[in-house]
């Protein structure tokens, strides 16, 4: 978009918030580069040119803006709603790949050498990986900075960066201001969050509307027990972490989402921020998917009437992959049951002092020497959890954010025990598609019947072809006509 200067300019003129992360306004006469809705009086339309992103205009010379923080603007909704290789890279540099396996790490998730995936970031965002990772160092920076008490050094490395002198330099450059100014300046802020001691307390911005009745709703009727729950109005959860553990808790608010992380080695922060991101959808844009499924007539009143709604995803692909199967043909509190079963039994324990977490969800290696006589599973189930469990321990089966998402149904399709509902229910909530469909969905086709949209699975896709490539988001809609807990938020 940031090559549609007009566009881009009548965006900038009107503060329009919806383009915050889809592009970034360079200003050449201050170097400051700003998100859309910058409060501050817009510049002249000359002055201005746009970036893709906020790496590219740090590598160009701009700073910052410090009225309207621009490298806290809500992730570009692009890099969920495409599956290519650019998209795949930025998934996984926002995950924290280059930080921990480098270039060459990254290279070889894609499949790709090196200097291809250099140049096609390049081409579109214009700036390679390293400067990409630079910029988010840069922001997981700033956060620490910010919302904790963490000595300098320790903050430099827990954001990645390999010296403090390195840290000090990047943090001038981009913020135009020392580490210690910016701590300086978020303690005389009265919008700083409250502390407590072991916990980064954060905002998590997103494009307005969001409807977190479904949202929430889903995530606690579906927890599994010692690994989620539901507490004082938030949703908590454990998180595996490359440095340890960690604890999630999010809870909606008007305007943003309170996020507080509580992790075993800070160094963790920028990837359980993505996690949580990636959980809640954050960086959908509900006007553009509302806009389009309101086309039908049919969907019109449930999209006015509840608009901004986003599918709720999953930390950890592998885990809600090994969920979908224990969740077939069974109700939502038999699915949990088998869970936590599977949890108590191979799950990692941990300490939790805030609430009644117990365990870490038990990865494909733990559960590869499980018995299966040990699981109260039809004979048939426990051949597909076992075969996909092995799958995924020896790599024959890759799930997460650098998945091919066409591959990875044809890979989850080559498994026993593994038809339409499954891998699209997989490819919507573990891989992140937001054109997955569910047409032999029960309750899809009885809102279906209900609306008087074709209730059959043949007749539904169809009709469904109209609402692409936003599909999963319809079918939280249609979801959302039940009265099933999953729709709304506990009391």
Known sequence: MHTDTERCVRAVQSKDARF?????TAVLTTRIYCRPSCPVVP?????????????????????????????????????????????????????????????????????????????????????????????????????????????????????????????????????????????????????????????IALRLPYRAPLHPDN????????????????????????????????????????????CRLSLTDPRDLTLAISRCRRLLDLDADPVAIDARLRDDELLAPLVDKAPGRRVPRTVDAAEFAVRAVLGQQVSTAAARTHAGRLVAAHGTPVDDPEGGLTHLFPGPEALAALDPEALALPRSRRTTLTTLVAALADGSLRLGLDSDWDEARAGLARLPGFGPWTIEVIAMRALGDPDAFLPTDLGIRRAAEGLGLPSTPAA??????????????????LWATDTHPINHLPS
């Not at 790496?55 to 910052?64: S, W, Y």
């Not at 989620?228 to 608010?253: F, K, M, S």
């Not at 609402?467 to 939280?476: E, K, S, T």
């Open 460 to 477: 539904l896709t169809a009709r469904a072809a109209a609402w692409r490539p936003w599909r999963a988001y319809a079918v939280q809609y």
């Open 20 to 24: 915050d992360g889809w592009f970034f």
């Open 215 to 258: 949202l929430f709703g889903h995530l606690a009727a579906t927890a599994v027990p010692g690994v989620e729950e539901w507490r004082d109005g938030a949703y908590r959860r454990t998180l595996a972490l490359p440095h340890g553990h960690g604890i999630a808790e999010l809870a909606p608010r008007p305007d943003h989402i309170a």
């Open 43 to 199: 510049p002249k339309a000359e002055n201005m040119t746009f970036y893709p992103s906020a790496a590219a205009c740090q590598q160009a010379g701009f700073r910052a803006c410090k009225r309207c923080r621009p490298d806290t603007s809500p992730g570009s909704p692009e890099w969920n709603a495409r599956a290519d290789t650019v998209a795949r890279a930025m998934r996984l540099i926002q995950d924290g790949v280059v930080d921990r396996e480098g270039v060459p790490g990254l290279a070889a998730r894609l499949g790709y050498s090196t200097r291809q995936v250099e140049r096609q970031l390049l081409a579109e965002l214009g700036a390679g990986p390293l400067a990409l990772a630079r910029a988010q160092r840069a922001q997981t920076a700033r956060l620490l900075i910010e919302t904790t008490e963490l000595p300098m050094a320790d903050v430099a490395f827990a954001a990645g960066f390999s010296s403090v002198r390195t840290f000090n330099d990047t943090v001038r450059e981009v913020f135009a201001l020392a580490p210690g100014e910016l701590r300086a300046r978020a303690a005389r802020s009265t919008a700083r969050l409250p502390q407590t001691p072991g916990v």
